[in-house]
Each structure stands twice: as structure tokens, then as C-alpha cells.
């Protein structure tokens, strides 16, 4: 989908990109965060620490991986370490300042599912699992969501919740021991939505340009409600698109297959 | 003590059926040829653990080797689903699956617990996630000191761990570099351990503080050039990202995984064979 000169995919890779601080050492997730933390890398963030739970700290790739565990996260990084440190020192030890992560399904409470839809039993569909989402999401100092918007997976009820957002709302993350603040952001090909203060609900903190109210409402399977103070997210510039579109160009030249896959 | 045998001869003194059994490798060395081995030599009833049971353990459980997956994630990475895991887990083909769900930091502290002999892991996790409720494996339990509730799941303490690595030496000490993932603390956790290697050396020539397994914590040895081929070995050659593409279509049927599996592993003689037989497929698709 085409408007204005970029794609509703470049606009979420962008707003998400744009939430990464620089010198924020990051967790990152394969797929859709990997690309937008690497765009925030070579944008506005040089010295963003990208940790990869494969083992690499400080990756630097000049594409994009495919996969968690690419050659190229090790040869570009400060440091390789086994999988169970990253788990254990570096990730549950609190040295990570934000968690990207993407999700298959979430709710209005920023919880997610990559379990399974329908009964655990005999699932409907049968989706990855948690791999490293669970803890990165209660042991980051915060986190940042990226995923596709729609009513198949911005759901009024999590089938399971693999990933926990704010619970039940209010202050049930905290009453659950959780230590990290939890999902700051949640950005989408449609808008950014993020926590309300007090209830913790998901409300749209900015429309990307040329996304209805209506078009939102139509992709969001609870009642969505918009912040008081909610406008137009900024546009991409012509700098950020030139730059995701050379990093997008130049892993499908090294992958033989366009990069942005989740 | 190592000792250098064929893989063929390894998986049939090491590996039993109904044993539990680890390949591990985190998208990097996984060790491919041994299981298709384990394919070709039709073992049953396996109990299957892995972080990320990926197309190793998809060509596993669609050729009905095991009875249980123990795992963390398990998908196509960068590509989508696992077609057969799927079809195992949502309608029972070809048997019923068992699985045993955990996440990548529980299974790599429970890899910890058991190389270091304790019956379980302690980790901060699953606070308000389903975990705790679906599945009776996760527990709490409580600190002695500060009181803290914290998850407690059992060790994994494989009857057999089969790993790939770079290099091995004639004692059968064994080197590996790059993205090692959890494959140093299975080996230990395990009562048996076997090593595919893409090269034996005369020395290992390894600086000091290099992930090496010592000859005496390793069963078998095996020279097994290429063999975490269709994942990559640092150092030897690239993740063949092609074929983990191809893996889609040829694992979305029951007919064309059979096929596959018959005309590629089972009707092969070993993984050198399997190499050519791949390589004439698709040098003769790409032709056309």
C-alpha cells in the first residue's frame, strides 16, 4: 500500500526506529525489530548496543539477519557469549535497557501470544512459541512492541498469554513481581498506541498520515480508544527512507530474498 | 573417551530408541547429518529436546522418530511455520507428539542445572504469563534468604547430546567458535555425548579460554565435512538460506515430505551421499 511516497511498512520500521535512543543497549528480536533497531543504528543511533539471544553483544550487521544466530551478528560484534550467559548475566542481571519485540497476537494490556490459538490441547493454530519473549519482557528495563495491526491479532482475548504486557491492568504487572516497566510503545503499520496512565489500556498516541480513525477501528479487535492529545505521526523524511530502503536493498542482494520478513 | 568412528556406527552403539536426546545448535552447526543418521537407521520412541527444534527436528518428527518435543521455539527461521511439527502437534501425523513447552532462558538455565548435576533450574520467569497453569513442569519456589518467589523447572540431563563442531584432533578434543548457543552445556549434561567435526587436525592449536570439550567428555567422534549443512559453520561455509526457503513447500505435504525424505535420506547411504544427490536436484532445477 502506497501513499504519499512510502508504504505503511516503512511507516511502522520508521516510528519504531525513532524510539530507540542512542546508547540504549538493546535486545532484539529477528524480524521486524531487528530491522527497525538496525535502521535506528544507522540513523540516529551509532552507538545503540544490539544483544541478539544467540550470543552476540554489540552486532553490527551490514544486512539483516535471517535468522537469530547469522554469521554475521558474530563477525560484527563486540563480543560473542555462550546462549545461557546472555540469558543469565546479561538479560536476567539487568544490563539490558530495552526489549524489541514483535507478536503474533496481543491485547489491550500489551500482552502477547506466540503460543497457540484455540485450546493448548488441540490448537486451532499452532504458532512458535516463547522463545526468549517471556523474560525479555519482565527483565528489560522497558520494551517496545512492533506488529502488524488487525482483528486476528489485536485480540479482546488472549487464547495464551506467553508474554506479559500489564496483565489485567492498573498495577497488576507490579502485584505480579514483574521488576522491568514493561511495553512503553506499541507500533503498528496503522498508528502508535501506548500505555494509559492509571488503567495501562493501549490507547492510539498518534495516527500514521493517511490512517482513518475508522481504518483503526476496523483493525482492532477491542474497542480502541484515542489519547486526548492524539495527532498525525511525523512522516518518514527522506533521509529515513533512503536509509531503510538501501539496508532492505542491500540484505535482498546478499539473501536473495527481500529482508523485511517477520 | 572419544573415539573416531563412522556417524553410522556412532548412532548405533550411542543413540537407543526411546532414548532423550539433544541436538543442539543455535541456527549455527546444527548437526544435520546425524540426523538424518538417526532417519536413516529408523530409531522410534525418541524423546526430543532443543531450544529451536528448526527443519532437523521437522525431518525427525515427520519421519516418525519421536514420541515428545521438549522446546522453546519452533519454527522456519525467516521463513515461516515448521509444516511437520505442526501437523504432528494439530492432527497427529504421523503419531501423536507429546510436548513439553518451555522458554530459550528456562531450557538454557535447565542446560546449566544439568551439566552442573542439580536436579533443577532457578530463574526469574513467566511472572503472569500461562506458564505456570498449563503446564505442571513449571514450579515456584522460594528463596532461603530474601523470600523471593522465583520459577523453578527441572534440569535437562540428556541420555544422548549430539553437537557439530569445526575442528577435532586425534584424541578427539574437540574446538568449536562462533555462535555456540547451549551446545557445551548440553555435551556435559548428557550421560553420552557424540561430535560430528568438519576437520581432524593433528593439533587443535586453541588459545587459552577457546570452548574446547576435552576427548573424555565426548563418546564418538566423527568426520562429517559439511555436515550442519543446510545451517552453516563458521569459518567453513554459509547457511544455505535457499534451501530453508525450499524446506517450505517441500515439508507442507505429507506426499512431498515423504518423497523427499525417501529419495534424499532414506534411500541415501550416508550424508556424503545425500550431498550429491541434493546437489543434482538443484543444479537440475535450476536449469530449468
Known sequence: MTMAGFTSDEMMTVAAARRLGNGAVCFVGIGLPSTAANLARLLHAPDVVLIYESGPIGAKPAVLPLSIGDGILAETADTVVSTPEIFRYWLQGERIDVGFLGAAQIDRFANINTTVIGDYQRPTVRLPGAGGAPEISTSAMEVLVIAKQSKRSFVERLDFITSAGFLGGGNARERAGIRGRGPVAVITDLCVLRPEEGSRELVVASIHPGVTREKIHANTGWDVRFDRDCGETDAPTEVELVVLRDLLARTAAAHGKVGNAA | ?288
Not at chain 2, 513449571?138 to 535437562?156: D, K, M, N, Q
Open chain 2, 1 to 288: 573417551m572419544a573415539e573416531w568412528v563412522s556417524l553410522s556406527e556412532a548412532i548405533a552403539t550411542h543413540l537407543h530408541d526411546g532414548d532423550f536426546v539433544a541436538l543442539e545448535g543455535f541456527t549455527h552447526l546444527i548437526p544435520f547429518a546425524a540426523g538424518h543418521e538417526i532417519v536413516r537407521q529408523g530409531r522410534r520412541r525418541l524423546r526430543l529436546v532443543r531450544m529451536t527444534p528448526d527443519l532437523i527436528y521437522d525431518q525427525l518428527i515427520g519421519a516418525g522418530c519421536a514420541d515428545k518435543l521438549t522446546f522453546s521455539w519452533g519454527g522456519n527461521p525467516g521463513v515461516g511455520s515448521l509444516h511437520r511439527f505442526r501437523d504432528a502437534v494439530e492432527n497427529g501425523w504421523p503419531g501423536p507428539l507429546q510436548i513439553e513447552e518451555r522458554s530459550h532462558s528456562d531450557l538454557a538455565n535447565a542446560y546449566v542445572a544439568g551439566a552442573a548435576n542439580l536436579p533443577f533450574a532457578v530463574l526469574r520467569a513467566y511472572a503472569g504469563t500461562s506458564f505456570e497453569e498449563a503446564f505442571p513442569h513449571i514450579r515456584r519456589v522460594t528463596c532461603p534468604f530474601t523470600g523471593e518467589r522465583l520459577a523453578a523447572t527441572p534440569s535437562i540431563r540428556p541420555d544422548v547430546t549430539i553437537i557439530h563442531a569445526q575442528k577435532a584432533d586425534r584424541k578427539g578434543n574437540v574446538l568449536l567458535w562462533g555462535i555456540l548457543g547451549v551446545q557445551k552445556e548440553a555435551v556435559l549434561a548428557a550421560k553420552r555425548a557424540v561430535v560430528t567435526v568438519e576437520e581432524r587436525v593433528e593439533a587443535l592449536d586453541a588459545p587459552p579460554n577457546a570452548c574446547v570439550l576435552p576427548h573424555w567428555v565426548v563418546s564418538a567422534v566423527c568426520l562429517v565435512p559439511r555436515g550442519a549443512t543446510p545451517s552453516y559453520a563458521h569459518g567453513y561455509y554459509e547457511r544455505d538460506n535457499a534451501f530453508y526457503q525450499l524446506w517450505d513447500a517441500i515439508s507442507r505435504e505429507r506426499d512431498s515430505f515423504a518423497a523427499w525424505l525417501k529419495r534424499h535420506v532414506l534411500d541415501t547411504a550416508n550424508f556424503g551421499e545425500y550431498l550429491r544427490v541434493q546437489a543434482e536436484h538443484r543444479a537440475l532445477e535450476s536449469a530449468q
